[in-house]
């Protein structure tokens, strides 16, 4: 495991170690400044995604995470640094690059669902939007239910289903036009540990049948080792890589790996980072 | 994931006794039950007070009342006269205060530099400014549907203007991250989510059409129902008075219901309507 520097003393490099780099985040710095202040809410993080790995986000409430995926999105522009997906720069000035969105899918925290449309509508919109015909975005949306489970609701209102199912429905939503990356903002933070753990599995096993890029944010340190290929750890105020640990278990994982020493010392380890930083903290 | 543990797909269960009786059976009590209670306080209070038949008739007097004035030469077309007033200014009201809703809750600017003007334009009693009215647009129709329009435009054009801006971020960001265009970004997403504010301005706006075009007629002019309860309160005629007022509370009835009614044709997926869904069908 590549300890690192403690936050402060230089920055840590978060590319991937592979030198094959699919999504690359240049030297962003993100300031958010508003009538009465001014906060820096990520300070020159570099970090890169090689394709088909998996990276998790995490960190205390408030170090940046969901700037840093909002920035990778394209639904905010950093202050300074640069991003570019496959190659190909997000921004021209303040346009976004439209071939390189289309490649970008995104789960919120909350579904984010129309709760005017069904199941099968919202799952569609984005091939609508596109253009697809009624069949076409109907049967891929029959598709994707059966994939996240939903198969038989695909006429019911985003109100009828539990929250998990929301927040597969929006899973299935971002995956419809199968997009080369997923963007997920700790999408299963307010599910129970049971439906946690089935999800975990799912999006493992359904990343591993797409060939998907992933970044991925939560507050679950267990969750993030568990899915993971790299762990990036955050630090607040500002917001930087603290860390960047590997996870390098054998795929498939299986809910078993999660009492494995190896696992549990990973995550140990993780946590004892997470708390020095609070200590700091004030 | 094992299915066995979701709900039945759209599946609804069939309703205990007691759920039965509280959401589908219970207007169909209690309306009546209400209806017996205020008749019968009615005539208590009659019987109590020894109260004047030309300060307050019986109930059954006014029923037959009712009749007559329904029978009347001339009833039909007072109706029609309120009727049309009341549902072309509203017509007015909704056109205008939705457009100008949607405008000023875009663009912030204006709608500060303009709402200075907004609120004291709410702030006016605009029942006072009826006579203004009527000196200027005559005694006719066309002073009592201005007075109808500008005292529906308010609740709508606020309610619109509100809808605009409650479009949820989270679900603005769905859609600039498919990369949605200004049209598909307004037909997915903006139409649907401020058409329930638009309902809500409309429920509270039928109110005050109706509100507008009695007082308008009130105060001028020779048609309607509110002319007709000058003609009533004229002659003394308490019995034709209270008869036209029942007569007025149910017109008001039928066209906030069938607000509610497009309400639900229109929203089917929105918390308001499937609120009354559960309490009345
Ligand atoms: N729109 C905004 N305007 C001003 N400041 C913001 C804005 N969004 C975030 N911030 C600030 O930036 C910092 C990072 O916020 P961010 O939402 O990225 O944190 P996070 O790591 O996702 O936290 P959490 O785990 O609680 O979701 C916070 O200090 C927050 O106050
Ligand atoms: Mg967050």
Redesign the interface.
């Given at each position: 495991m590549r300890e690192t520097a403690a936050a402060g003393q230089g920055v840590v490099d978060g590319r991937a170690p592979s030198g094959d780099h699919f999504i690359e985040a240049d030297r962003i710095t993100m300031r958010y400044t508003t009538r009465r202040s001014s906060t820096l809410a990520l300070d020159n993080v570099t970090l890169s995604v090689a394709p088909k790995e998996f990276v998790a986000l995490v960190g205390q409430s408030g170090c940046g995470k969901t700037t840093m995926l909002r920035i990778l999105?394209?639904?905010i522009r950093p202050t300074e640094g640069t991003i570019r997906i496959g190659g190909q720069h997000l921004w021209h000035g303040s346009r976004?690059d439209?071939q390189t969105?289309?490649m970008?899918g995104?789960v919120?925290q909350?579904a984010?669902l129309?709760?005017?449309y069904t199941v099968e509508d919202n799952i569609g919109?984005?091939l609508?939007?596109r253009g697809a015909s009624k069949r076409e975005w109907r049967t891929r949306a029959g598709e994707l239910s059966e994939l996240v489970?939903l198969?038989?609701?695909e006429?019911?209102?985003p109100?009828?289903l539990?929250g998990g199912?929301r927040q597969r429905v929006a899973i299935a939503r971002a995956m419809s036009y199968n997009p080369e990356i997923l963007l997920m903002d700790e999408p299963f933070g307010a599910l129970d540990a049971l439906?946690r753990d089935?999800?975990n599995l799912?999006l493992q096993s359904i990343t591993a049948a797409t060939g998907a890029t992933v970044a991925f944010v939560t507050h679950s340190i267990t969750e993030a080792v568990f899915l993971a290929d790299r762990v990036v750890l955050l630090t607040p105020r500002p917001g930087r890589i603290r860390s960047i640990t590997p996870a390098k278990f054998e795929r498939p994982r299986t809910l078993e790996l999660q009492s494995d020493p190896a696992f549990q010392d990973t995550v140990r380890e993780l946590r004892r980072q997470l708390y020095e930083d609070e200590g700091q903290d004030r | 994931?094992s299915?066995e543990s979701?709900?039945a797909?759209?599946g609804k269960g069939r309703a205990s006794g007691a759920e039965l009786l509280r959401g589908k059976l219970l207007p169909w009590i209690s309306t009546p039950v209400l209806l017996v209670l205020v008749v019968a306080v009615w005539k208590l209070v009659i019987a109590a007070f020894d109260i004047s038949p030309y300060v307050l008739p019986q109930p059954e007097e006014v029923v037959g009342g009712m009749v007559e004035v329904v029978q009347s030469q001339g009833f039909m077309g007072h109706l029609w006269v309120t009727l049309t007033e009341t549902l072309i200014g509203f017509a007015i009201a909704l056109v205008l205060g939705v457009g100008m809703g949607a405008v000023l809750g875009r663009i912030l600017w204006l709608e500060r530099a303009l709402r200075p003007l907004i609120v004291a334009s709410q702030v006016v009693p605009k029942v006072a400014l009826v006579p203004l009215f009527i000196v200027w647009f005559g005694f006719g129709m066309t002073s009592k549907i201005v007075i109808v329009a500008i005292l529906a435009f308010f609740p709508i054009m606020l309610n619109s203007l509100l809808g605009v801006r409650s479009v949820?971020p989270?679900?603005r960001?769905?859609m600039?991250?498919?990369?949605?265009g200004r049209w598909?970004t307004f037909w997915?997403?903006e139409y649907?989510?401020t058409l329930p504010y638009v309902f809500a301005g409309m429920e509270i706006g039928i109110v005050f059409a109706i509100i507008g075009a009695v007082v308008g007629e009130y105060l001028g002019g020779n048609q309607g129902l509110g002319y007709l309860i000058v003609v009533s309160l004229n002659a003394l005629n308490a019995q034709q008075l209270f008869a036209v007022i029942v007569i007025l509370t149910l017109l008001g009835f039928a066209l906030f219901l069938a607000v509610v009614a497009l309400k639900r044709l229109f929203?089917p997926?929105?918390?308001s309507v499937?609120g009354v869904d559960e309490s009345t069908t």
């Amino acid at each position: 495991m590549r300890e690192t520097a403690a936050a402060g003393q230089g920055v840590v490099d978060g590319r991937a170690p592979s030198g094959d780099h699919f999504i690359e985040a240049d030297r962003i710095t993100m300031r958010y400044t508003t009538r009465r202040s001014s906060t820096l809410a990520l300070d020159n993080v570099t970090l890169s995604v090689a394709p088909k790995e998996f990276v998790a986000l995490v960190g205390q409430s408030g170090c940046g995470k969901t700037t840093m995926l909002r920035i990778l999105a394209g639904l905010i522009r950093p202050t300074e640094g640069t991003i570019r997906i496959g190659g190909q720069h997000l921004w021209h000035g303040s346009r976004r690059d439209e071939q390189t969105l289309r490649m970008l899918g995104l789960v919120f925290q909350d579904a984010n669902l129309f709760p005017w449309y069904t199941v099968e509508d919202n799952i569609g919109l984005p091939l609508r939007l596109r253009g697809a015909s009624k069949r076409e975005w109907r049967t891929r949306a029959g598709e994707l239910s059966e994939l996240v489970q939903l198969a038989g609701f695909e006429r019911s209102y985003p109100r009828e289903l539990s929250g998990g199912m929301r927040q597969r429905v929006a899973i299935a939503r971002a995956m419809s036009y199968n997009p080369e990356i997923l963007l997920m903002d700790e999408p299963f933070g307010a599910l129970d540990a049971l439906t946690r753990d089935r999800m975990n599995l799912e999006l493992q096993s359904i990343t591993a049948a797409t060939g998907a890029t992933v970044a991925f944010v939560t507050h679950s340190i267990t969750e993030a080792v568990f899915l993971a290929d790299r762990v990036v750890l955050l630090t607040p105020r500002p917001g930087r890589i603290r860390s960047i640990t590997p996870a390098k278990f054998e795929r498939p994982r299986t809910l078993e790996l999660q009492s494995d020493p190896a696992f549990q010392d990973t995550v140990r380890e993780l946590r004892r980072q997470l708390y020095e930083d609070e200590g700091q903290d004030r | 994931m094992s299915s066995e543990s979701q709900p039945a797909p759209r599946g609804k269960g069939r309703a205990s006794g007691a759920e039965l009786l509280r959401g589908k059976l219970l207007p169909w009590i209690s309306t009546p039950v209400l209806l017996v209670l205020v008749v019968a306080v009615w005539k208590l209070v009659i019987a109590a007070f020894d109260i004047s038949p030309y300060v307050l008739p019986q109930p059954e007097e006014v029923v037959g009342g009712m009749v007559e004035v329904v029978q009347s030469q001339g009833f039909m077309g007072h109706l029609w006269v309120t009727l049309t007033e009341t549902l072309i200014g509203f017509a007015i009201a909704l056109v205008l205060g939705v457009g100008m809703g949607a405008v000023l809750g875009r663009i912030l600017w204006l709608e500060r530099a303009l709402r200075p003007l907004i609120v004291a334009s709410q702030v006016v009693p605009k029942v006072a400014l009826v006579p203004l009215f009527i000196v200027w647009f005559g005694f006719g129709m066309t002073s009592k549907i201005v007075i109808v329009a500008i005292l529906a435009f308010f609740p709508i054009m606020l309610n619109s203007l509100l809808g605009v801006r409650s479009v949820e971020p989270g679900q603005r960001d769905v859609m600039r991250s498919l990369n949605a265009g200004r049209w598909a970004t307004f037909w997915r997403l903006e139409y649907h989510s401020t058409l329930p504010y638009v309902f809500a301005g409309m429920e509270i706006g039928i109110v005050f059409a109706i509100i507008g075009a009695v007082v308008g007629e009130y105060l001028g002019g020779n048609q309607g129902l509110g002319y007709l309860i000058v003609v009533s309160l004229n002659a003394l005629n308490a019995q034709q008075l209270f008869a036209v007022i029942v007569i007025l509370t149910l017109l008001g009835f039928a066209l906030f219901l069938a607000v509610v009614a497009l309400k639900r044709l229109f929203i089917p997926w929105h918390e308001s309507v499937i609120g009354v869904d559960e309490s009345t069908t």
